[in-house]
């Protein structure tokens, strides 16, 4: 059996943890600083007054005069996640971390440290903060389980046996199952709108109509689980090295930014963990003055030293807007490997050595941009009498 912990709403639930005030008042998600002015999520409060993600925040005020409007917090929603996540790792071994908010729990062989089904959802709920609202459901798959587990209310479990798997599922909405948006709204034109609906039809009928995606779609509405489904993959436990730096001044400029990410890149290669080793991932995270924070991930090609990730995040924190005041910065290193060295090829001595500096500067603006902004003239028909046709610009890769 196969349990699905859930926390709906995610994103308000986490800000509710440093605002439990706004707890039980219609409630909705803003946007990011710079985009769309509309709701991303709203808490059933809100959804019960009539507020849909989607609708502008403009017209949510209007109908809800008394909504409260809170902005993501992503540095807390991660570690939110990873204790929720560390807190069921505690109970089962297998463990995988889906969507944020929801978590896939392997419960076989648990039964003499958890017991049956119900009792060992119970036992999960508790490793969970009752803050959250959390909801349990136990099915042989993933799909049922997250299926029972959204249908239950807060702070219940509720188990779902094989045999009633078909039935339980019958009547939930077809929307609901693992599809493309475009494949969704077909299945809703043609009249399927409920897992029932989706069965009626032959299995060959929904393969032939949308590939293996319809037919696995068909599988999972029928309550039979396939290996995807039915296998929990247990999210790797990777070493993590964090550092944190307080700012004695609150940072606005774009300069004074990169000079604290430099600080902070070298306390954390200060760190024993990182002496004479390289990393794979940085996760930035700013806490702004407000209480509030943004961070970005920055996925590295190859294992790179202090100076060069420094460098890496500089290049690509060049051009974002800084939506607030910055407090902290608080950085997060992952991939950690031994090799810092660059493998260049045998024969590659034939060719004009280029400055490493320059070199790596070109393949961060390629990354940047999409393609080379840098050209370089290349003779193409030397002896024409149209100077235009002699020398052409061609992108510069090195």
């Not at 808490?43 to 005069?65: C, D, F, K, N, Q």
């Not at 400029?253 to 990182?274: I, N, T, Y």
């Not at 030293?305 to 890496?312: D, E, S, V, Y």
Request: glycine share 6%; aromatic share 4%.
């Amino acid at each position: 059996m196969i349990a699905c912990v859930l926390v709906p709403h995610f994103s308000l639930r986490v800000a509710l943890l440093v605002r439990p005030e706004l707890d039980g008042i219609p409630l909705v998600l803003g946007p990011p600083a710079g985009q769309r002015a509309q709701v991303i999520d709203c808490s059933p409060e809100a959804t019960g007054r009539g507020i849909r993600p989607g609708m502008s925040l403009r017209e949510a005020a209007a109908l809800v005069p008394d909504l409260v409007m809170v902005e993501r917090d992503p540095a807390h929603e991660s570690d939110v996640a990873a204790e929720m996540l560390a807190s069921l790792a505690d109970l089962s071994p297998l463990v995988e971390a889906g969507v944020p908010g929801r978590c896939y729990v392997d419960l076989s062989g648990t039964e003499r440290l958890l017991g049956a089904p119900v009792v060992a959802g119970e036992h999960l709920l508790a490793a969970i903060t009752p803050a959250l609202r959390p909801r349990v459901g136990i099915a042989p798959g993933k799909f049922a389980a997250w299926a029972a587990a959204r249908q239950t209310r807060s702070g219940a479990v509720q188990h779902i046996p094989a045999p009633d798997v078909p039935t339980r599922l019958a009547t939930l909405p077809a929307s609901w199952l693992p599809l493309a948006p475009e494949t969704g709204l077909l299945l809703d034109q043609l009249g399927l709108r409920t897992l029932g609906a989706v069965v009626s039809l032959p299995k060959s009928a929904m393969a032939a109509r949308f590939g293996p995606a319809g037919e696995r779609a068909w599988r999972l509405a029928v309550g039979q689980s396939d290996t995807t489904d039915a296998t929990v993959y247990p999210t790797p436990q990777t070493p993590i090295v964090t550092a944190r730096l307080d700012l004695p001044a609150p940072v606005t400029s774009r300069d004074a930014l990169f000079v604290a990410v430099d600080r902070v890149v070298q306390r954390a290669f200060r760190r024993p963990e990182l002496r004479g080793r390289a990393v794979r991932q940085a996760r930035l995270r700013a806490h702004l003055e407000d209480g509030t924070s943004w961070e970005r991930v920055l996925a590295q090609r190859e294992p790179v030293n202090a100076k060069r990730l420094a460098r890496g995040i500089a290049l690509r924190l060049e051009s974002i807007e800084i939506p607030g005041i910055i407090a902290a910065l608080s950085l997060e290193l992952t991939g950690i490997t031994s090799a810092v060295a660059r493998q260049e090829l045998l024969l590659a001595d034939w060719r004009p050595r280029r400055p490493q500096p320059l070199v790596e500067a070109i393949r961060q603006l390629k990354q940047r941009y999409g393609a080379s902004p840098i050209y370089r003239i290349t003779e193409v028909e030397p002896w024409s009498r149209i100077p235009e046709r002699r020398h052409a610009l061609v992108s510069f890769e090195p």
